[in-house]
């Protein structure tokens, strides 16, 4: 199959949102007669296919076949109703009493990936992404007010040792920097050590 | 530096003496780890005050390396030592360690030409309803909050314990030269008497460091006897 | 085409993440066996493809094709991504190739604490880290779908297998080759090296 075909297919995947004619045509170099021709190939060849390539006012999408959509439907619920794994809870958890929280805060904390539970969290109404008030380019979760109502909860204070499990569950500290003594004074002090004392490392670069 | 760029570009000690054997164009074998000993050890000095756990690692292969090196020096304490096998695998270690560096470097090939595969980013909004698991309780997730506490804080204390358990070569070479000042002779079965592992494997280390500067000197009247350790230029008794 | 290869597509798009085989036989009513068949099918149909199937311990998820991987990056030109440093591509190398793998085995072969790289790994998603299936109290590490998605890696059978890729380094006491090509120059070949090659692959599944 041809190069540029397959380019398109991928670039259509990996949008996951309608994308407009002229977008393929800055990102690919092709004139749009061409690409006409070829996203035309594609819709053909796709057509029978469990995914479909939809088009309206020069924009393209994939898209699940329609007579799919039972299955796809049972899928999404059977997704719904699955019992939270420990991951899940702990993902959960940590949302619950550290919101508004950052994917790379959850992530370090959990020391693992979270990028799935986080998905699953989310399409399960129980938690919701938003833009930092501080950072616009970041995200942050919290819980949603239904969650919340469902759990019976008006103030996050009233969460059972909230002041200590927030404080007790934050960012790991770095474990002890190789050219430095590791007791206690110093591992405090690592933490906003500048970072001239980092020559004196004995480490190699 | 930060901290996660400093770890990953620190060289361990397989990387250092791979590279020790290489720059001088060395086969792997038990002959030449016993050649680049010194520079290893040399390499273990500059290191002064390395966080604990990595100075462990380095003490390990030291101690592997002084045994080779030692085979044909003191036949009777390599006997002692070799019960560990491990002792004698280093060669076959170093050999692993650099094929699975040229793993490394095919992985690295394939990264270099930047042919990811990315996923689907999105997902349909119209996915999400509020149905939340049953199970997930308030007490459920306060006992979840409570495990990280408590897993974060084992995370933390590690490190802490190692420190204690694990002496400075600086401080086990004075401790040696404070025993030899009161008793200008000890013998090495003394030396090594009630020690840890980890404080053979110091001691050891730390004697070869008095030896190759001239501080103290090593005599065994014949083979299987004891090894006397005393200051460099006294008259044996 | 076959309906339940078709509805298997759209569940497997739907997703847009790693869906495990368990989860197609409830959705679909299908034993294993005929699910596989299928899933090879779609797998071989795609390969040539924009968007490619790959699989990982019985979980699937479609991506784009690897060789996409630039026009991709450059459509979503937000999306840069970190390089592997020495010390993670070396555990990773490690984990590759003697999966499942404890942490002590590989502290063996680096001759250092790995935990901490181990975790960063973890973080990324490149490695995941499950209890042995022969002792539960003992951890295992495995590479994952996202370090397939990372090295642009469709099929775990078309690595390279390791003696190959390792032929370099001669066993202690013998002295190296003379003559030898060099590494790049083998590393080349393998990557093209016939599929009939890959049932000798040192990979495990």
Redesign the interface.
């Given at each position: 199959?041809n190069?540029t075909?397959?380019?398109?297919?991928?670039?259509?995947?990996?949008?996951?949102?309608p994308v407009k004619l002229g977008?393929l045509v800055k990102?690919?170099g092709l004139g749009k007669t061409e690409l006409l021709e070829l996203l035309e190939k594609i819709k053909n060849e796709y057509s029978?296919?469990?995914?479909n390539l939809i088009e309206k006012d020069e924009r393209y999408q994939?898209v699940?076949?329609p007579?799919?959509g039972p299955?796809?439907g049972?899928?999404?619920s059977?997704?719904?109703?699955?019992?939270?794994t420990?991951a899940?809870?702990?993902t959960?958890?940590?949302i619950?009493?550290k919101q508004p929280v950052s994917r790379a805060e959850i992530?370090?904390?959990?020391?693992?990936?979270s990028?799935?539970i986080l998905?699953q969290l989310?399409?399960?109404?129980?938690v919701e992404k938003s833009t930092s008030s501080e950072d616009s380019r970041r995200y942050v979760y919290k819980t949603?007010l239904?969650?919340m109502t469902?759990?019976?909860?008006t103030d996050m204070k009233n969460?059972?040792?909230f002041e200590?499990?927030t404080r007790?569950?934050?960012l790991?500290?770095?474990?002890?920097?190789?050219?430095?003594?590791?007791?206690?004074e110093e591992?405090e002090k690592?933490e906003n050590a500048p970072?001239s004392q980092?020559e004196e490392?004995?480490?190699?670069? | 530096m930060p901290y996660q760029v400093r770890i990953e570009k620190f060289q361990g000690p397989l990387e250092v003496l791979l590279q020790l054997i290489e720059e001088q164009k060395l086969p792997i074998s038990e002959i030449s780890l016993a050649e680049v000993t010194q520079q290893f050890l040399e390499h273990i000095k500059s290191l002064q005050d390395i966080n604990p756990e990595l100075l462990a690692d380095f003490l390990t292969v030291a101690s592997k390396l002084l045994v080779i090196k030692s085979k044909t020096l003191l036949p009777s304490l390599v006997e002692e030592l070799e019960e560990e096998e491990e002792f004698s695998d280093l060669a076959y270690q170093l050999t692993q360690f650099k094929k699975f560096k040229l793993v490394a470097k095919y992985l690295e090939s394939l990264e270099t030409k930047k042919h990811y595969s990315f996923a689907r980013e999105g997902w349909e909004e119209d996915f999400v309803s509020f149905y939340p698991d049953p199970t997930a309780s308030i007490g459920v997730l306060y006992k979840a909050m409570q495990s990280l506490a408590h897993s974060l804080e084992e995370i933390t204390r590690l490190p802490k314990q190692m420190v204690k358990e694990v002496i400075s070569i600086s401080q086990k070479i004075k401790d040696l030269q404070n025993l030899l000042g009161q008793k200008i002779e000890i013998k090495l079965s003394e030396a090594l008497q009630k020690k840890s592992r980890t404080e053979i494997i110091v001691t050891f280390l730390a004697l070869l460091e008095l030896i190759k500067q001239r501080i103290l000197t090593v005599d065994q009247e014949m083979l299987f006897s004891e090894i006397k350790i005393r200051k460099f230029n006294q008259p044996v008794i």
């Amino acid at each position: 199959m041809n190069d540029t075909q397959s380019q398109i297919e991928s670039i259509l995947f990996a949008a996951s949102r309608p994308v407009k004619l002229g977008e393929l045509v800055k990102t690919l170099g092709l004139g749009k007669t061409e690409l006409l021709e070829l996203l035309e190939k594609i819709k053909n060849e796709y057509s029978a296919r469990g995914i479909n390539l939809i088009e309206k006012d020069e924009r393209y999408q994939l898209v699940t076949n329609p007579a799919n959509g039972p299955a796809v439907g049972n899928f999404n619920s059977a997704e719904l109703r699955e019992k939270l794994t420990d991951a899940s809870l702990e993902t959960l958890a940590i949302i619950l009493y550290k919101q508004p929280v950052s994917r790379a805060e959850i992530e370090a904390i959990r020391g693992v990936n979270s990028q799935y539970i986080l998905r699953q969290l989310l399409i399960r109404g129980m938690v919701e992404k938003s833009t930092s008030s501080e950072d616009s380019r970041r995200y942050v979760y919290k819980t949603t007010l239904e969650f919340m109502t469902h759990l019976g909860i008006t103030d996050m204070k009233n969460l059972p040792d909230f002041e200590m499990l927030t404080r007790a569950v934050s960012l790991p500290e770095e474990p002890p920097l190789p050219g430095k003594k590791s007791n206690d004074e110093e591992l405090e002090k690592n933490e906003n050590a500048p970072a001239s004392q980092d020559e004196e490392s004995g480490i190699k670069n | 530096m930060p901290y996660q760029v400093r770890i990953e570009k620190f060289q361990g000690p397989l990387e250092v003496l791979l590279q020790l054997i290489e720059e001088q164009k060395l086969p792997i074998s038990e002959i030449s780890l016993a050649e680049v000993t010194q520079q290893f050890l040399e390499h273990i000095k500059s290191l002064q005050d390395i966080n604990p756990e990595l100075l462990a690692d380095f003490l390990t292969v030291a101690s592997k390396l002084l045994v080779i090196k030692s085979k044909t020096l003191l036949p009777s304490l390599v006997e002692e030592l070799e019960e560990e096998e491990e002792f004698s695998d280093l060669a076959y270690q170093l050999t692993q360690f650099k094929k699975f560096k040229l793993v490394a470097k095919y992985l690295e090939s394939l990264e270099t030409k930047k042919h990811y595969s990315f996923a689907r980013e999105g997902w349909e909004e119209d996915f999400v309803s509020f149905y939340p698991d049953p199970t997930a309780s308030i007490g459920v997730l306060y006992k979840a909050m409570q495990s990280l506490a408590h897993s974060l804080e084992e995370i933390t204390r590690l490190p802490k314990q190692m420190v204690k358990e694990v002496i400075s070569i600086s401080q086990k070479i004075k401790d040696l030269q404070n025993l030899l000042g009161q008793k200008i002779e000890i013998k090495l079965s003394e030396a090594l008497q009630k020690k840890s592992r980890t404080e053979i494997i110091v001691t050891f280390l730390a004697l070869l460091e008095l030896i190759k500067q001239r501080i103290l000197t090593v005599d065994q009247e014949m083979l299987f006897s004891e090894i006397k350790i005393r200051k460099f230029n006294q008259p044996v008794i």
